[in-house]
């Protein structure tokens, strides 16, 4: 990778003309504005779930489903948030929140979730990140392959793995072992998933009492794959590629922020989550302080600003195969 496009270089430019009193500002944290949207967010899984108990049938178990799934989303950004300590300055709250409200009920755990996330910010746009095979276009670079990630068939296997003791380790992990963050142990593994099991045991308890024990399946866990795991990789796909070139020639172009429009952000970029140059350059920025970040970098020419997910991913369909860089 050429030094001079690196990404760690752009960031740094990017930010050296903004003051710390300025930064400070919009990190500013408001745990207040967390719990409310916590709360919401909940308060609509409740909702959506009381409504299908009333009616069952299948439009509203339809209506449940889209409802819980996008609220199963705006919950997995908030954990994201937490992955950073944005959610309270107070880190064992913050770690509360991510881990037993968001994340556990999910069936993920907070700590190999932090690890792997702070790697990819750490690593963004090295052969090491360990998100970078969601990032190239290189393994997806003809429509059959490309749709076949889109139904994310050709990652969930890889994703669910580096989220766990057998996933790869990044090199600054191997030569310090003891170092914190590090690849935990399966024993680690599997006390991080008790809470998990709580979770999922106390919300099958929920659906049988109310009568509806066959929608626990239906209704809690494929939203997590259609809804929170499918738009995350899609997502997390357009916030990062660069189209006109397919592997390590194009790294100094990932940092992309989408202006979207609302329906998009309802299923694919929650509380905020389209500013995500943004995010890259100052990770202390609480989610709901990014569209500020924004109005003050949105015409820096080393970030790419996009209008649309959907208008970005019919792009893609239409120019694959792409060229592919001489060291591909």
């Not at 989303?73 to 937490?82: N, Q």
Request: net charge positive.
């Amino acid at each position: 990778m050429n030094e001079e496009i690196s990404l760690i270089d752009i960031q740094r430019k990017i930010r050296k003309p903004f003051g710390k009193e300025q930064v400070q500002q919009w990190m500013a944290p408001s745990e207040g504005r967390v719990w409310l949207d916590l709360i919401v967010d909940w308060l609509i899984i409740a909702a959506a779930f009381t409504f299908f108990v009333f009616f069952q049938t299948s439009w509203s178990g339809l209506i449940a489903f889209v409802m819980i799934g996008c609220s199963q989303y705006r919950l997995f950004i908030l954990g994201h948030d937490g992955l950073h300590g944005n959610l309270s300055r107070n880190r064992a709250r913050n770690n509360f929140i991510a881990r037993w409200l968001v994340y556990s009920p999910m069936f993920m755990g907070f700590a190999d979730a932090q690890r792997n996330h702070l790697s990819h910010h750490q690593l963004l746009g090295t052969e090491q990140d360990p998100d970078r095979y969601i990032h190239l276009l290189d393994n997806k670079n003809s429509r059959s392959k490309f749709l076949l990630f889109c139904s994310g068939l050709a990652t969930f296997g890889k994703t669910v793995i580096k989220v766990s003791p057998f996933g790869i380790s990044s090199p600054k992990e191997k030569e310090q072992p003891e170092k914190e963050g590090k690849a935990g142990t399966l024993k680690d593994y599997v006390i991080e998933r008790i809470p998990v099991l709580i979770w999922q045991a106390g919300l099958f308890f929920v659906f049988f009492i109310s009568g509806i024990w066959w929608a626990y399946p239906i209704l809690w866990v494929a939203p997590i794959y259609f809804l929170v795991f499918l738009p995350d990789e899609i997502r997390a796909f357009c916030d990062h590629a660069v189209l006109n070139l397919a592997s390590k020639d194009s790294e100094g172009g990932r940092l992309v922020t989408f202006t979207s429009n609302p329906l998009e952000r309802i299923f694919l970029s929650p509380h905020n989550m389209n500013y995500h140059a943004e995010h890259h350059l100052w990770v202390g920025i609480p989610y709901y302080n990014l569209p500020k970040a924004h109005q003050a970098v949105k015409d820096i020419p080393e970030i790419t600003v996009r209008s649309s997910y959907l208008a970005f991913l019919f792009r893609v369909v239409k120019n694959v195969p792409v060229r592919m860089s001489e060291d591909a």
